[in-house]
């Protein structure tokens, strides 16, 4: 009987382990996962960022090489 008992303490004893073990993984995959995507929306939102910034040059750019090109048609159109 005591042989029994002390079987069936084991076998309890593995099964709460074995479900805390895949609680943990459990746990551990949902981590992971969380912090894949974190990286991915920051890698997108500094890939946002740095297009917008080229975006702003472009066009900060052109709207100045318009406006000289403009002003020198002009002056030449005048003389």
Do not use: K, Y
């Amino acid at each position: 009987m005591r042989m029994r008992q002390t079987v069936d303490q084991f076998e309890l004893a593995f099964e709460q382990e074995a479900a805390l073990e895949r609680r943990r993984r459990s746990q551990l995959r949902q981590r992971a996962t969380n912090r894949s995507r974190a990286r991915r929306l920051q890698r997108i939102e500094q890939h946002g960022t740095v297009a917008f910034g080229v975006l702003v040059i472009a066009l900060t750019v052109t709207v100045l090489t318009v406006a000289v090109v403009m002003f020198e048609t002009l002056a030449w159109l005048m003389s």
